[in-house]
């Protein structure tokens, strides 16, 4: 399930990836297509009978959660958001997890890309990467994978801006995996403002947590303490941990207008990681021609439908193959 709010530029890389190598029936792909003023749901409609399409006039990541799961007839589900990557060998490896006793959800590995990021951006990755929730956690990854039982765990959520953390706050840590042998890739802000959006959004989102009933937080929340002992390990860190700090504190000022108005409404996102060369002409693969069983795929999510890399990875509108350089891979 891919819930999508203008994400022309870069859904098509998305579907590519999850199409390509996917057997008959496999999977059904939902792309939900919210308050869209471009042309997202256009690229969707543009695979053809391999992904289907519900249109929202509101944009509204929980109504598009909602109308999806509305859409959705079966299970395991995975919520994907629509600027990541991730392949149909990644969805195998999440939904073989879900089959494990216990397991309940589960998210993989997570893949930046840095290419083009200026320290700015990288500084701050290089810190937030070693956080003990970062790397625990389900969230921050635009992929969290649910069976039935998982799935109902979920059912109650509100509407709420950091989706992700509340929904992983809803399982103990038995009943998570994170998957070895899925990846997501995830594109990084190109631009400081796009950073700091994007992080003043999870302050709102982690104050709003904090003042919803029956959630708690405070077991992924960052503390000194974490700081301390990255530094510790990795006293080469000690610039880039100062520099983090600073960035929370510019976060939390960015957020403080919304706070006081108790606006949980507006989503201040990043745009720097949308380029417009992301579309590219549709090229949907063909589909093979052995069967298996139907596994539904919710819209992601925006979970808000991630990506395993070996070596390079082709991407739409890339003058060039990423490679290995360009690559910080963590949780492993």
């Not at 919210?34 to 249109?55: L, M, R, W």
């Not at 959520?157 to 509340?166: G, I, K, N, R, V």
């Not at 009933?213 to 080469?236: C, F, K, M, N, Y």
């Not at 439908?305 to 890339?318: E, F, H, I, N, Y």
Request: aromatic share 6%; net charge positive; hydrophobic share 45%.
């Amino acid at each position: 399930m891919i819930p999508a709010h203008n994400e022309g530029p870069v859904i098509r890389r998305l579907l590519e990836k999850l199409i390509n190598g996917a057997d008959p029936g496999e999977m059904d792909i939902i792309v939900v297509a919210n308050g869209c003023t471009d042309d997202t749901a256009e690229v969707a409609a543009s695979f053809g009978s391999a992904v289907q399409i519900v249109t929202l006039p509101v944009a509204s990541k929980h109504e598009a959660l909602t109308a999806g799961d509305r859409a959705a007839t079966g299970f395991p589900r995975i919520y994907v958001d629509a600027d990541v990557e991730l392949r149909v060998d990644d969805v195998r490896a999440l939904v073989a997890a879900l089959g494990q006793p216990g397991v309940l959800a589960a998210a993989p590995r997570r893949e930046l890309v840095m290419t083009g990021r200026p320290w700015q951006v990288r500084w701050y990755y290089d810190v937030w990467t070693l956080l003990p929730g970062a790397q625990r956690g389900l969230w921050g990854r635009g992929v969290i994978a649910v069976n039935e039982a998982g799935h109902a765990r979920l059912a109650g959520l509100p509407p709420l801006q950091s989706d992700d953390l509340a929904a992983s706050l809803m399982f103990k840590p038995h009943e998570t995996a994170l998957v070895p042998g899925a990846q997501v890739v995830i594109y990084p802000p190109r631009t400081f403002a796009g950073l700091l959006s994007r992080r003043a959004r999870c302050v709102t989102g982690g104050v709003q947590i904090e003042r919803a009933e029956g959630l708690d937080s405070s077991g992924d929340r960052t503390r000194i303490s974490d700081l301390t002992a990255i530094v510790r390990r990795r006293p080469g860190l000690l610039l880039q941990v100062g520099y983090f700090l600073s960035v929370a504190l510019f976060a939390r000022l960015r957020a403080s207008r919304a706070l006081v108005r108790g606006d949980y409404q507006t989503w201040l996102r990043d745009e720097s990681s949308r380029p417009a060369s992301a579309t590219a002409p549709a090229r949907p693969a063909a589909q093979p021609s052995v069967a298996r069983p139907a596994v539904p795929l919710a819209a992601a999510v925006p979970v808000t439908a991630a990506v395993p890399v070996a070596g390079a990875v082709p991407v739409a509108g890339v003058p060039r193959q990423l490679d290995r350089r360009d690559r910080v891979q963590d949780n492993r």
